[in-house]
């Protein structure tokens, strides 16, 4: 091929590849030397373009890569497989941050849900959408498990193919672990493996045998770096057992203040363990029917036991070691100091020596009952769901009154909760709501319907309720998708004098939302249905 003259010209005065990029960025007219014209400059990159690839060397062929492994589940049902297609290429459509208006569901939002149910009933991921999956994965590390997992050896085989995907090998190093019965596998990967596919490990041999677990990190724990080790002592959470405490109280010895304190804290949550009497002793002590007496010092004893010597700014030192011997007492141990009361009742008691006391006893023992997953202590705790929020005998923090439903059995998870929405409203109720079991049935869905009704009655705005009509899409049972279809059509706007509507087009706009997105649940639900689509 054969250079025009301006093509030359433009070739000469732009000179290398990096002239021609800076003179594109900067602009032909002010770029020094670059002379000639935009459409010169076109010229002269077509002709360098060319004369780059042309002068490319043939290079040595690569190897094929391997087949990819054989994965045995099934692919879902073929209505199923079109859905996910569609879900993928929503959430590759959709503006991060863009803000979301109209009627029509958040196909990115359904992407988790559609990925959970198909989970459960042991699909892989059809071949085709397997980039889709990986890229959606890659964007959102939230889907990663579950996507993860969907996408099976297959996924592996294809990130390991593409360094966009290298996530996934990370993510999914336990994939590829050996068997924890073969203790010589495990053996050498425990040796010589990276953190993240030893981590993968411990966890499937915990998994499988708590003991061997122990058994496995004790061998390496002294050569082990203070943050690997703090690392993995988090991981013996999971199946937590008497079985553990020999080797949680030598942790207490540790020479990292962090493992240490995580040490101790798994012990307290051992209520038969030896820290927890030795707490209880302590806590007994300051404690008691005739009043409170906090610490004189933290001696030696109570910071091996994990108290930190030193509160946070704006904190008394004795009420803040108070509050940690109270939280790491077992809760079983109250009942004989205060005269046989059960938790209800020692929480009713007004405590001697002030209200501060009485709210310092209060959190320290939330923390206990969330700690020893005692549901006894938890509803004591939580109170009555009518009263108001300043009012709760353990605490009127939402987050931790949260954490402290967790402990409840389901049932009675739901029903306080809705009893709560009942009378206090959803504006307070976004962190309760989140500690609820999916999807969201019987009184504390019909209490959400009924509650969003009343704001719209009272004249507010849906976005003043967005993050509970957010988490109404994703959890409210399909079957209120009836009850709302009447709502939307109360909702219904009428024009104000100037011809504007008012808050009654926004809400009927956001319950066609939530309607269609309940239907939509709904049909994806059935579409994974193992059999014939219905």
């Not at 879900?87 to 459509?93: E, N, S, V, W």
């Not at 959709?94 to 109209?102: E, K």
């Not at 059809?126 to 889907?143: E, G, K, T, V, W």
């Not at 310092?360 to 969330?370: D, G, K």
């Amino acid at each position: 091929m054969t250079a025009t003259a301006g093509e030359e010209r433009s070739g000469e005065a732009c000179g290398d590849w990096g002239e021609l990029v800076g003179a594109a960025l900067l602009g032909t007219g002010r770029r020094r030397g670059s002379g000639g014209s935009p459409r010169e400059l076109l010229d002269a990159a077509a002709v360098h373009t060319l004369r780059r690839r042309a002068g490319l060397r043939p290079a040595e062929a690569a190897p094929r890569p391997r087949p990819a492994p054989a994965d045995p589940r099934p692919e879902p049902p073929e209505p199923a497989r079109r859905r996910l297609a569609q879900l993928l290429a929503g959430r590759a459509g959709a503006g991060a941050g863009s803000g979301r208006r109209g009627a029509a569901p958040d196909l990115a939002e359904l992407l988790p849900q559609w990925l959970a149910v198909a989970g459960r009933h042991g699909y892989r991921a059809p071949a085709a959408l397997l980039p889709a999956l990986l890229d959606a994965a890659r964007a959102r590390s939230d889907l990663r498990p579950q996507a993860l997992a969907l996408a099976g050896p297959r996924g592996m085989w294809l990130a390991g193919l593409n360094p966009d995907w290298r996530f996934a090998l990370r993510a999914g190093a336990a994939g590829g672990l050996p068997d924890p019965e073969d203790t010589a596998a495990v053996r050498q990967l425990w040796q010589e493996g990276l953190f993240a596919e030893r981590a993968g490990l411990l966890g499937a041999v915990r998994a499988r045998d708590p003991a061997a677990a122990v058994r496995l990190l004790s061998s390496t724990w002294a050569t082990e770096r203070a943050e690997d080790r703090l690392m993995f002592l988090d991981s013996l959470r999971t199946g937590l057992s008497a079985g553990d405490e020999p080797f949680l109280e030598a942790a207490l010895d540790d020479r990292s203040r962090n493992v240490r304190a995580t040490a101790a804290e798994l012990l307290s949550a051992l209520p038969q363990s030896a820290l927890a009497r030795r707490m209880a002793r302590r806590a007994l002590a300051c404690v008691g029917p005739d009043g409170v007496a906090p610490p004189a010092d933290c001696d030696a004893g109570m910071l091996r036991d994990g108290v930190a010597e030193r509160p946070p700014a704006g904190r008394g030192e004795r009420s803040w070691w108070l509050g940690q011997l109270v939280e790491a007492a077992p809760l079983s141990c109250w009942r004989d100091r205060f005269g046989g009361l059960d938790a209800a009742a020692i929480v009713a008691l007004p405590m001697p020596g002030g209200e501060s006391w009485a709210e310092e006893l209060h959190a320290a023992w939330c923390r206990a009952a969330v700690r020893q997953r005692d549901p006894e202590w938890a509803a004591a705790l939580l109170g009555s769901p009518a009263a108001p929020t300043a009012t709760a005998p353990g605490t009127a923090s939402l987050a931790e009154r949260a954490r402290l439903l967790s402990v409840l059995p389901e049932g009675e998870r739901a029903g306080w909760v809705a009893r709560f929405i009942g009378a206090h409203g959803l504006s307070e109720a976004f962190q309760l709501l989140g500690a609820c079991v999916v999807p969201w049935a019987g009184p504390l869905g019909r209490a959400v319907v009924d509650a969003l009704d009343t704001a719209r009655e009272a004249g507010g705005y849906p976005w003043s309720f967005s993050g509970v009509m957010g988490l109404a899409e994703r959890c409210l049972d399909p079957a209120e998708a009836g009850r709302l279809e009447a709502l939307t059509a109360a909702a219904q706007p009428e024009a104000d004098a100037c011809g504007t509507a008012g808050a009654g087009a926004y809400w009927a706009e956001a319950f066609q939302r939530l309607t269609a997105t309940l239907r939509l649940r709904a049909a994806m639900a059935a579409e994974l249905a193992p059999g014939p689509a219905v």
